[in-house]
């Protein structure tokens, strides 16, 4: 067997196992929006906020639980995980160079402590902001695209031409890029690192538009969806997050200064 016949193989066992944390497209009857709908417009409790919908990884892993909650007078989602990983995802139809700006607020009660997203048997992170982009997948090299080909066979869905995760790592510098050991179109980016702020809401922006022609070398597609997801199904630990409102922005103009006399 191949080079290529060998990673397809090995992640054939891993999504059987539900190891894969890699998103797919949206099927045809999803609302398609071109903005993300706030969770803040929901009342606390138990259903999924408007505009998402449940985004399972695999029947054989534990989901993680989604609730709107009351934090301090607004209403956000409380993820909470043992030994499990799912999501919540939003489809959207909306141009990265109109609006590159991807502004979130996340919080999380604890690392975990085992923790290591550049191994295989430890990519859990306790917070995720997932964001995925159309393309040609015509384009792409060989290898990806046999990958792709394998994952529609196995789910009976598409994988995204290329997904962007930001994370939250316990080591990895911030701003470092993490690549997918399977396919080279997915790529976690540190966007925050360490527990010095945990425990407390953290307030994220990040250029879309500028990380992914960073990580992939070309200009991105349109935004197909954005997803949260909180996992631990490869350390088997519990955690506690949190997310706030997520928006996407145009760049604010330079602001005119005038002389005066």
Not at 91 to 108: A, G, I, M
Request: charged fraction near 25%.
């Amino acid at each position: 067997m191949g080079k290529t016949g060998r990673i397809i193989a090995a992640f054939a066992l891993a999504l059987a196992a539900g190891c894969a944390s890699i998103p797919v497209e949206q099927p045809p009857e999803t609302l398609v929006l071109p903005y993300v709908k706030s969770f803040s417009d929901n009342p606390p409790g138990e259903g999924v906020p408007g505009g998402w919908r449940p985004w399972a990884l695999s029947r054989f892993k534990k989901p993680t639980q989604y609730r709107l909650v009351d934090d301090a007078g607004r209403i956000v989602v409380k993820a909470s995980a043992q030994a499990s990983a799912s999501g919540l995802i939003h489809p959207l139809k909306l141009d990265p160079r109109q609006y590159p700006l991807l502004q979130w607020q996340w919080k999380t009660t604890a690392l975990i402590a085992t923790a290591d997203n550049t191994q295989k048997h430890t990519e859990d992170s306790p917070v995720r902001v997932v964001v995925s982009f159309d393309g040609d997948i015509e384009r792409l090299a060989l290898d990806d695209r046999m990958f792709f080909d394998h994952i529609r066979l196995l789910t009976g869905q598409d994988l995204p031409y290329a997904t962007l995760m930001y994370i939250w790592e316990n080591r990895a510098p911030k701003d470092s890029v993490i690549p997918n050991r399977h396919t080279s179109r997915i790529r976690m980016i540190v966007a925050e690192s360490g527990r010095d702020k945990v425990g407390h809401w953290q307030e994220v922006t990040r250029n879309v538009y500028e990380d992914y022609k960073r990580v992939f070398g070309e200009e991105p597609g349109r935004i197909t969806s954005i997803g949260i997801m909180t996992d631990t199904d490869n350390t088997g630990e519990n955690v506690h997050a949190y997310y706030g409102d997520i928006l996407f922005r145009r760049i604010a103009p330079p602001r005119l200064t005038f002389a005066t006399d």
